[in-house]
């Protein structure tokens, strides 16, 4: 079993950064690729960024490619997502995720966190 925590959404205004934090629960956290998802109102949930056990391997959502940063640091059991140059249509509920790969990158992951609210205003 894995759990989930973010940390690190709020309310900032266009052009500016926030750095989400996931911090997670269980021995098996490093073999877990991992992911941030987004949900606006009104819109289904979306992969944001993925990043492999290792930290090698990433991918983005090709709507925050260049603005957006995943990274992990296993010895903490933590992932996070650097968000700069925000806009507001990046203002949603984030989602951290793990699971195998393959999984997260389609969107069914083994493990949700609760989620955490960013809201770019204009």
């Known amino acids: 079993q894995v759990q989930l925590v973010e940390s690190g959404g709020g309310l900032v205004q266009a052009g500016g950064s926030l750095r989400l934090s996931c911090a997670a629960s269980?021995?098996?956290?490093?073999?877990?690729?991992m992911g941030w998802f987004r949900q606006a109102p009104g819109k289904e949930r979306g992969r944001v960024a993925t990043?492999?056990?290792?930290?090698?391997?990433?991918a983005y959502a090709d709507s925050v490619k260049g603005r957006f940063t995943i990274s992990r640091d296993n010895a903490k059991n933590s992932v996070y997502l650097q968000m700069n140059s925000l806009k507001p249509e990046d203002t949603a509920v984030y989602y951290c995720a793990a699971g195998p790969w393959g999984m997260v990158v389609a969107g069914t992951p083994d493990y949700w966190g609760q989620g955490t609210q960013v809201t770019v205003s204009s």
């Open positions: 990043i492999s056990w290792s930290g090698g391997s990433t």
């Open positions: 269980g021995r098996t956290f490093s073999s877990y690729a």
